[in-house]
C-alpha cells in the first residue's frame, strides 16, 4: 500500500483531516490502471449484440430499498465497546480469534461466542455491549426541506432494474437482453480495512442477463463449453472436496453450476482476469453451498483471489431468478412482464448476475504484477500486461538540448495520433527515467539520442532506441514504423527484447 501511495496508484481521501477510514482516492497513474480494467470487463461483456451499458444514478429514493430489501436487511453484526463506545463486527471479532469463519451468524450465535471465547474491546480491553445489527447503507434527503428520505446506493444492480422495462422496449422488446453499468457503491462499513478490499466508496461492474426461465440456455456456450476453469465445489455431504480443473460443461453437468448462463459468465470472468495479468493458479471459481444461499437464488458463484490479505472475493456471479424485479413490481404497483412471443404469455424475466468489484481487482492486478527489487533490477516494478499499463511507452530525449528534446516531442504527438498513449519526460539521467518507467509498469521505453539527429537522413528514416521493460534490453526501430510497432507489441504483450 505504501509503495501504491507513494508511486501515485492510491492516495488516502481526504488524508490531512485525518478522516475516518475506509475511502480512496486514484491517483494519476492509478486512475488510468483503474479505467484500462474497467474499458476490459467492457470489451468482454458489453460487445455482443443485445449486451447494453446504462449509467444511473447513485442517489435513490427509500422506497426502492425497502423494495429491493435493503433497508430491513443490509446490515453488519456489529457490537458496541461498553467504555469506549467504538463499533466492531463481531463476525470478524470471532474470525480472528478462532480463525474460522463466523459468515452468516445470528446475533445469539455470535453473543455467545464472543463469551465464550472471552473476546474484549480491541481497543481498550472493556466488555463488549449485545451484538446487533446495523444498516450500511448511507442515508440522505431529497430536496431543500430534506423531506424525502433517501440512500446513496450500495450496488449498482438497482438502477439496472429500474431502467429494465424501458431500455428492454427501446431495444427490441426481446429477450434475452443484458444491460450492465460500471460505477461508484456506497456502503458505511463498520470496520473498513485491508485498504481497498473493504471500504466505504467502491466502484462495481455489474451484469444483469434477463431471460425466459424456460431457456436456461445462451448464445454461443457450445463453443466454449470445453474451456477449463479453477473450480472450488461444494462439499460432499460431510467429504471436503479439492479444488479442480473442470471444464463449463461438466460444472454445469454435475450441477456445481445452475445453468449453462452462468457459466458463461464464470468464462468471462476468467477470461478477464487472464487478460488482466492474474495468474491462473491465484485464483478459484468457489460454488456456494445450497444452505449459504440467499432464499431468491438458484446459484451463486464467487471468485475468489489469494492475495497477501489470504482468499479474497472480487465477485458474485449470481441466479437471481425474477426476485428483484418481482419486488420492484409489487411495490411500485407497474407492470414489470413482458411478452414473450414464442410462448405467447408474458413473464417477469429471471437475471443472472455477474457483479465485480473493480476496486478489489485493481488490488489484485496490483499484487500479481508486482516484482521486488533484485533479479535484474534495483528498484520494485510492475509487470502490468502491456494492454493494461498506465501508458504504453515514455518518450525521452537523452539530453535536454541540441533538438533532441524537439524531435522527442514531435513524436509524442504523433504516436497519440496514431492512438498510442505516450508520456514525455525529460529530466534526470536515462537511468532514472527508465527505472520511474519500470516503477509504474511501463513496458517500453523510447530514447532519442545523437544518432537520431545524425543519421536522420540515412535510407529508411531516422532511428530511436527501444527499451524493453522487462529484460532491460535495447534495440533500434525506424521512427516510421514506430506507431505501427508499439501498437503490435501492445497488442502481443510483448515486454522482452526477444
Ligand atoms: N449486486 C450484488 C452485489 O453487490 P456483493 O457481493 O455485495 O454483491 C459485489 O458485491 C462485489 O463488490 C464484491 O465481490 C466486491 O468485489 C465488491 N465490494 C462489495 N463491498 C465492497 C467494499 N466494502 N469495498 C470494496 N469492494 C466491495
Not at 116 to 127: H, L, V, Y
Not at 397 to 419: C, F, H, N, T
Amino acid at each position: 500500500m505504501e509503495l501504491a501511495v507513494s508511486r501515485g496508484f492510491l492516495l488516502p481521501s481526504a488524508e490531512i483531516y485525518n478522516p475516518s477510514g475506509g475511502f480512496y482516492d486514484y491517483g494519476p497513474v492509478g486512475s488510468v490502471l483503474k479505467r484500462r480494467i474497467q474499458d476490459e470487463w467492457r470489451r468482454l461483456f458489453l460487445t455482443e449484440p443485445g449486451f447494453l451499458e446504462i449509467e444511473s444514478c447513485t442517489v435513490l429514493p427509500q422506497a426502492v430499498l425497502v423494495a429491493s430489501g435493503h433497508v430491513e436487511h443490509f446490515a453488519d453484526p456489529v457490537t458496541e465497546c461498553t467504555k469506549c463506545k467504538q463499533r466492531f463486527r463481531a463476525d470478524h471479532l470471532l474470525e480472528q480469534k478462532t480463525m474460522a469463519s463466523w459468515a452468516g451468524k445470528q446475533p445469539v450465535e455470535l453473543n455467545a461466542g464472543i463469551v465464550t471465547e472471552g473476546i474484549k474491546c480491541p481497543a481498550c480491553k472493556s466488555d463488549l455491549g449485545v451484538v446487533g445489527w446495523a444498516n450500511l447503507m448511507f442515508p440522505t434527503s431529497i430536496g431543500a426541506g430534506g423531506d424525502s428520505p433517501a440512500y446513496l446506493r450500495p450496488e449498482t444492480a438497482q438502477g439496472i432494474f429500474l431502467d429494465f422495462k424501458r431500455v428492454f422496449i427501446a431495444n427490441g422488446a426481446k429477450l434475452p437482453i443484458a444491460i450492465g453499468q460500471v460505477g461508484r457503491s456506497y456502503r458505511n462499513e463498520v470496520s473498513p480495512r485491508q485498504g481497498l478490499i473493504r471500504s466505504r466508496e467502491f466502484s462495481q461492474m455489474e451484469l444483469e442477463y434477463f431471460f425466459n426461465p424456460s431457456v436456461q440456455k445462451i448464445d454461443g456456450f457450445d463453443k466454449i463449453a470445453g474451456e477449463k476453469v479453477r473450480i472450488l465445489p461444494p462439499a460432499d455431504g460431510d467429504m471436503k472436496l479439492a479444488v479442480t480443473d473442470a471444464s463449463l460443461r461438466e460444472a454445469v453437468d454435475k450441477n456445481w453450476f445452475p445453468n449453462e448462463i452462468l457459466a458463461y459468465m464464470v468464462y468471462l470472468e476468467d477470461k478477464l482476469y487472464r487478460s488482466l495479468g492474474i495468474a491462473h493458479d491465484k485464483y478459484r471459481f468457489r460454488v456456494m453451498p445450497h444452505d449459504e444461499l440467499p432464499h431468491y437464488s438458484k446459484g451463486n458463484v464467487d471468485l475468489e483471489v489469494e492475495t497477501s490479505y489470504g482468499f479474497i472475493e472480487t465477485s458474485g456471479i449470481a441466479y437471481r431468478t425474477d426476485f428483484d424485479l418481482s419486488q420492484h413490481a409489487k411495490f411500485s404497483k407497474q407492470d414489470l412482464t413482458v411478452f414473450v412471443e414464442e410462448e405467447k404469455k408474458r413473464l417477469i424475466p429471471h437475471v443472472v448476475e455477474p457483479s465485480m468489484g473493480v476496486d478489489r481487482t485493481f488490488w489484485c492486478v496490483l499484487e500479481s504484477a508486482y516484482r521486488p527489487a533484485g533479479a535484474g533490477k534495483e528498484w520494485e516494478w510492475f509487470a502490468f500486461p502491456p494492454s493494461i499499463a498506465p501508458y504504453a511507452a515514455g518518450i525521452f530525449p537523452l539530453m535536454r538540448k541540441d533538438g533532441l528534446d524537439d524531435i522527442a516531442q514531435k513524436i509524442v504527438g504523433e504516436l497519440r495520433s496514431a492512438g498510442v498513449d505516450v508520456y514525455y519526460a525529460q529530466s534526470g539521467s536515462i537511468g532514472k527515467r527508465y527505472a520511474r518507467a519500470d516503477e509504474i509498469g511501463v513496458p517500453y521505453c523510447i530514447t532519442v539520442d545523437y544518432e537520431t539527429k545524425e543519421k536522420a537522413n540515412e535510407a529508411g528514416g531516422p532511428t530511436v532506441t527501444i527499451r524493453y521493460r522487462d529484460d532491460g534490453q535495447q534495440e533500434r526501430l525506424k521512427i516510421s514504423e514506430l506507431a505501427e510497432k508499439l501498437l503490435q507489441f501492445v497488442k502481443a504483450g510483448k515486454v522482452r527484447k526477444d
